[in-house]
């Protein structure tokens, strides 16, 4: 019998490589093909499981939770005075009035052209008319907490001061661009301690007087909102005898 050349041995362990491979490949195979029905059987098992649960709560479904709708309903019988919700209601549309000319105010409250300047003014005048209006009639309103009447008159006073402010910038700068005379050197003698103070203290310019106001009242509108849109609101019960207030929604 011949002997196996080193060529013949060299085909074989070739073979036995290739039928290795092979089997490798088929267990890889295997294993790829029975995690592919797992995944398969487990989407369908999620697939089943929804529809059973949409045909078995199909009564729920989708629906408003009656439980929410219910504590809302008691949350307004006892928030329904016709007052505290219109006040809300007028100084929601002025501070909507506000935040539209916001941006105007603030480019041309100090700016060189007289006629916008007059209606950046007459603008400012007319929010803070109203709010001056609103406020004096606020005392109608039944609140539902002790500190919401001191709260409300506070905010009113707040807004009103920087508002005023605004509007002395508007005047100030209008004097300035008119052709009024300059006002008359006053033949008095200040005091020195009084001239010391006056140096020593920083002097604010117009321009960041008119981004502090601004931003204050900005962030008061904002307050307010936040005030009448917290769980704890603070409007009262219609009193006796006058009809609630009701949601247009």
Request: charge should be negative; proline fraction near 4%.
């Amino acid at each position: 019998m011949p002997k196996p050349t080193q060529s013949d041995q060299e085909g074989q362990n070739h073979v036995g490589e290739l039928d290795a491979l092979a089997v490798d490949f088929a267990r890889a195979e295997s294993t790829r093909r029975r995690r592919a029905i797992f995944v398969g059987l487990a989407c369908l098992g999620a697939l089943v499981l929804t529809l059973w649960g949409m045909v078995n709560f199909r009564d729920t479904l989708f629906r408003p939770d009656m439980q929410v709708e219910a504590g809302e309903r008691s949350v307004l019988a006892e928030t329904n005075d016709p007052q505290c919700r219109e006040l809300i209601a007028r100084v929601t549309t002025v501070g909507d009035a506000y935040f539209a000319a916001e941006r105007a105010i603030e480019r041309e409250l100090l700016g060189d052209d007289l006629e916008v300047v007059v209606q950046v003014s007459a603008t400012l005048k007319a929010i803070r008319s109203q709010l001056v209006e609103i406020g004096a009639s606020s005392s109608a309103a039944n609140l539902r907490y002790e500190n919401s009447r001191a709260e409300l008159d506070n905010w009113f006073v707040y807004v009103d001061r920087e508002l005023e402010l605004l509007i002395r910038l508007s005047t100030e700068r209008l004097s300035e661009l008119g052709p009024g005379e300059p006002e008359e050197a006053q033949d008095t003698v200040e005091p020195a301690a009084a001239k010391k103070k006056a140096a020593s203290k920083p002097v604010i310019g117009a321009e960041e007087l008119r981004q502090r106001a601004l931003l204050a009242v900005h962030e008061s509108f904002q307050s307010f909102r936040v005030w009448h849109s917290s769980e704890m609101h603070p409007c009262g019960k219609a009193p006796e005898g006058v009809t609630p207030w009701r949601s247009e929604s």
